[in-house]
């Protein structure tokens, strides 16, 4: 089965840029879906296919997708942004289903 | 808009079935190209997708719960449904229902959760 890598933890200081990352095989030839879920909350999309923005989500969130790494980036982070973030992709190469990442606890220092 | 909310009971004992339903509103479980899915997440851990039912009715589950999961969707009432038997403590977790609107796209609408202890 297809496996996601997230580093656990991620902090930053306000106003500065976050970087998450997503490791997978050949990742880049996916299509990448980033989630921010804060406690007590369900998870809620902020990225879709690599680096689409929903609406009402900031400009400062953007993706990128290369290689085997796929990037949620968050510039000017402000302490609203302090979350959980999970990259998801689907996979169809045994079966069709779909994968998360273990998640990065972003840390508004 | 469509909304999704989980509904079953607090507590399953160990060995026992757990149920739950998720009944949709602004959406038909039948129509479209949408997949209707079960995400699972213990406490304080990561999420997991559990699996999904076709508006077809076909049904797609994750390989490490394949054995004891059964999703249904009942279209009169506009639900879906998850099964799990055999349950343990790790399978006490929040269970969210969600929605995909066709394969290879995000999650884009969620339940709120429901908590779902496993405990004698």
Redo the contacts between chains.
């Keep these: ?1 297809y496996v996601l890598t997230q580093p656990p933890s991620v902090s930053v200081a306000p106003g500065q840029t976050a970087t998450i990352t997503c490791g997978g095989n050949q990742i880049g030839s996916r ?1 990448v ?1 980033w ?1 921010q ?1 804060k406690p007590g909350q ?4 902020v990225i ?2 690599d680096s689409d923005r929903p609406s009402g989500i900031p400009e400062r969130f953007s993706g990128s997708n290369s290689g085997n790494t796929a990037t949620l980036t968050i510039s000017r982070v402000e302490a609203g942004d302090e979350a959980d973030y ?1 990259c ?1 992709v ?1 996979d ?1 190469s ?10 990065t606890k972003l840390t508004v220092l | 808009q469509v909304q999704l909310r989980e509904s079953g009971p607090g507590l399953v004992k160990p060995s026992e079935t757990l149920s739950l339903t998720c009944t949709v509103s602004g959406g038909s479980v039948s129509r479209g190209s949408y997949y209707w899915s079960w995400i699972r997440q213990p406490p304080g851990k990561g999420l997991e997708w559990i699996g999904s039912i076709y508006y077809t009715g076909s049904t797609n589950y994750n390989p490490s719960l394949k054995s004891r999961v059964t999703i249904s969707a009942d279209t009169s009432k506009n639900q879906f449904s998850l099964k799990l038997n055999s349950v343990t403590a790790a399978d006490t977790a929040m269970y969210y229902c969600a929605r995909v609107d066709k394969v290879g796209a995000p999650f884009d609408y969620w339940g709120q959760g429901t908590l779902v202890p496993v405990s004698s």
Excluded: C, E, T
């Design positions: 089965s299509r879906h989630f879920q369900a998870p809620m999309i879709y296919y999970y998801q689907w169809n045994s079966d069709l289903y779909w994968v998360f990442g273990g998640g």
